[in-house]
T-cell receptor, first 110, second 117 residues
Framework: GQNIDQPTEMTATEGAIVQINCTYQ??????LFWYQQHAGEAPTFLSY????GLEEKGRFSSFLSRSKGYSYLLLKELQMKDSASYLC???????????FGTGTQLKVEL | GAVVSQHPSRVICKSGTSVKIECRSL??????MFWYRQFPKQSLMLMAT?????????EQGVEKDKFLINHASLTLSTLTVTSAHPEDSSFYIC?????????????FGPGTRLTVT
C-alpha cells in the first residue's frame, strides 16, 4: 500500500519561515509534488521533486531525500494569503496517478 | 497555461436522483483525466482514472455502477453519480494530464460541491 504522512495543522507568524514535512512509504517512486489548496478550491501546483536536493522557487522551496522517504516544503516571508492546506503527493510510478497525503492546514497569524 | 473547468460548481439534488458533473480541458487535449473526492478537512481520494475512448479504471472500493465515467472526447470527461444518497455529498475534483515545465503534470479543475438532501 501507499502511506504518506504530514502534520495535520501548523500555525506560524506573518513574515516568518515555516517548514512542512512529508514522509512517504510507497511501492515505487516517480516524483513528489506539493500543492496548495484554499478552502473550497482546487489544488494548485507548487513544486515537483524527483531527484534529491532542494528546488527553490521564489518564497517557496521544496526538498527531497529519496533514501529517507522524506520531503519538506519551506515557505519564507509568510503572508496572510499563505493560510491554506498544503498537500504532499507522490507518483508511485506505473502511470500518472498520484497518492495524496492528508494535507497540512497552515494558519498564518499577525 | 493548462486550464481545466468543471460544471456545475455547486449542485443540490434529492436522494435517489442522478447528477452529472463535467470536466473539460479548455486549451489542451487530455487522453487521461482523474476524478477525486474530498470530504471536509480530508485529502483528495482518487476515485478513478478516465481514459479517452476506453473504460475507466476504478480504485478499490469505488462502485463503478454508481459512479459512471464517460471520456468521450479528448477534452471532456463526465462523472455521473447515480441514485445519489446523502453520504455521497462531497467535493468532487477532476484533473487532466498535460505536458508542463516539469514533465507531465496534473492540472485540477475548480471542483464541484455536491449536496444530496
Amino acid at each position: 500500500g501507499q502511506n504518506i504522512d504530514q502534520p495535520t495543522e501548523m500555525t506560524a507568524t506573518e513574515g516568518a519561515i515555516v517548514q512542512i514535512n512529508c514522509t512517504y512509504q510507497t511501492s515505487g517512486f516517480n516524483g513528489l509534488f506539493w500543492y496548495q489548496q484554499h478552502a473550497g478550491e482546487a489544488p494548485t501546483f507548487l513544486s515537483y521533486n524527483v531527484l534529491d536536493g532542494l528546488e527553490e522557487k521564489g518564497r517557496f522551496s521544496s526538498f527531497l531525500s529519496r533514501s529517507k522517504g522524506y520531503s519538506y516544503l519551506l515557505l519564507k516571508e509568510l503572508q496572510m494569503k499563505d493560510s491554506a492546506s498544503y498537500l504532499c503527493a507522490v507518483n508511485p510510478g506505473g502511470g500518472n496517478k498520484l497518492t495524496f497525503g492528508t494535507g497540512t492546514q497552515l494558519k498564518v497569524e499577525l | 497555461g493548462a486550464v481545466v473547468s468543471q460544471h456545475p460548481s455547486r449542485v443540490i439534488c434529492k436522494s435517489g436522483t442522478s447528477v452529472k458533473i463535467e470536466c473539460r480541458s479548455l486549451d489542451f487535449q487530455a487522453t487521461t483525466m482523474f476524478w477525486y473526492r474530498q470530504f471536509p478537512k480530508q485529502s483528495l481520494m482518487l476515485m478513478a482514472t478516465s481514459n479517452e475512448g476506453s473504460k475507466a479504471t476504478y480504485e478499490q472500493g469505488v462502485e463503478k455502477d454508481k459512479f459512471l465515467i464517460n471520456h468521450a472526447s479528448l477534452t471532456l470527461s463526465t462523472l455521473t453519480v447515480t441514485s445519489a444518497h446523502p453520504e455521497d455529498s462531497s467535493f468532487y475534483i477532476c484533473s487532466a494530464i498535460s505536458q508542463g515545465p516539469v514533465g507531465y503534470e496534473q492540472y485540477f479543475g475548480p471542483g464541484t460541491r455536491l449536496t444530496v438532501t
